[in-house]
């Protein structure tokens, strides 16, 4: 493609990098990239998702923004308080960069809706804080052969890594590191057991790169991986996930063959 001489002043940075060059901001550009939640990982991950150039991001999000969010959900402010996630979100990433088309959706991801919306994009990008969401877009972008991009914290903790099982061996899903959710109340939420707001952005900011190479093509990615991250002890930690050949939805014999179960 033909850059303008904004595009080109705006991206230098990007297409200097011999990994990246002009190929890879075209790449980036005519990408379109799904984020599901509007929140502390969504935030960092729309912000720089829109900063990289690309071209198209569509939102999903049901909450409204309360002034509990603002301790990390930097996409919002003051004058966002009781707006749609999603309206804050879309009119932030507006301001920041005009190449960019922002797609609103205000709804919660169900059974019902995750294959049509999921279908639209090229990657999606995990920034739910719930075991419901994430095992449902797992299943989804399996079913609908996308790559998923996935992130979770709580407290001063993260985790980062990338699922495409539909690529086959030697690919895992996320169901190939925890088959199923935990009992509930297990594992407290960010309401009940706190997170350090500037851990969203270290996390949110780590996914964001994971999307921006797998759009690219570039670098080493973590399907196969899970970084984990301990920042109250500084501590990083990269182990290898194998794919289950017992898994319910991947593996030699699978028993999930739709999103019926959700």
Same mark, same amino acid.
């Given at each position: 493609? &033909?850059?303008? %001489?904004?595009?080109?002043?705006?991206?230098?940075? $990007?297409?200097?990098?011999?990994? #990246?060059?002009?190929?890879?901001?075209?790449?980036?550009?005519?990408?379109?990239?799904? #984020?599901?939640?509007?929140?502390?990982?969504?935030?960092?991950?729309?912000?720089?998702?829109?900063?990289?150039?690309?071209?198209? /991001?569509?939102?999903?999000? &049901? %909450?409204?923004?309360?002034?509990?969010? =603002?301790?990390?959900?930097?996409?919002?402010?003051?004058?966002?308080?009781? #707006?749609?996630?999603?309206?804050?979100?879309?009119?932030?990433?507006?301001?920041?960069? *005009?190449?960019?088309?922002?797609?609103?959706?205000?709804?919660?991801?169900?059974?019902?809706?995750?294959? %049509?919306?999921?279908?639209?994009?090229? /990657?999606?990008?995990?920034?739910? %804080?719930?075991?419901?969401?994430?095992? +449902?877009?797992?299943?989804?972008?399996?079913?609908?052969?996308?790559?998923?991009?996935?992130?979770?914290?709580?407290?001063?903790?993260?985790?980062?890594?990338?699922?495409?099982?539909? +690529?086959? @061996? *030697? $690919?895992?899903?996320?169901?190939?590191?925890?088959?199923?959710?935990?009992?509930?109340? +297990?594992?407290?939420?960010?309401?009940?057991?706190? #997170?350090?707001?500037?851990?969203?952005?270290?996390?949110?900011?780590?996914?964001?790169?994971?999307?921006?190479?797998?759009?690219?093509?570039?670098?080493?990615?973590?399907?196969?991986?899970?970084?984990? =991250?301990?920042? =109250?002890?500084?501590?990083?930690?990269?182990?290898?996930?194998?794919?289950?050949? &017992?898994? *319910?939805?991947?593996?030699? $014999? *699978?028993?999930?063959? @739709?999103?019926?179960?959700?």
């Amino acid at each position: 493609m &033909d850059f303008t %001489d904004t595009q080109l002043h705006r991206y230098s940075r $990007h297409i200097i990098l011999p990994e #990246v060059g002009g190929i890879g901001q075209e790449a980036l550009l005519r990408a379109r990239v799904l #984020v599901v939640g509007a929140g502390g990982l969504g935030a960092p991950l729309l912000l720089y998702l829109a900063a990289a150039g690309v071209g198209t /991001i569509g939102v999903i999000d &049901d %909450d409204t923004v309360d002034l509990s969010n =603002l301790q990390r959900q930097v996409i919002h402010d003051e004058s966002s308080l009781g #707006v749609p996630k999603v309206e804050s979100a879309a009119a932030r990433i507006r301001a920041l960069n *005009p190449d960019v088309a922002v797609e609103v959706h205000k709804t919660r991801l169900t059974k019902d809706n995750a294959l %049509d919306l999921i279908g639209r994009y090229d /990657i999606v990008a995990d920034g739910s %804080d719930n075991f419901a969401t994430r095992f +449902l877009l797992n299943d989804a972008c399996y079913f609908a052969k996308k790559t998923l991009v996935s992130a979770a914290i709580l407290r001063f903790d993260g985790q980062v890594s990338t699922f495409k099982a539909h +690529l086959g @061996d *030697p $690919h895992p899903c996320y169901r190939c590191l925890f088959p199923e959710p935990p009992p509930r109340g +297990l594992v407290p939420s960010c309401s009940e057991g706190g #997170v350090l707001g500037a851990l969203a952005g270290f996390v949110g900011s780590l996914q964001t790169t994971e999307v921006l190479k797998e759009i690219m093509g570039i670098g080493e990615g973590l399907s196969g991986s899970l970084m984990m =991250l301990d920042t =109250l002890h500084a501590s990083f930690q990269r182990i290898t996930v194998r794919r289950d050949p &017992d898994c *319910p939805l991947c593996g030699t $014999h *699978p028993t999930i063959h @739709d999103l019926s179960a959700h």
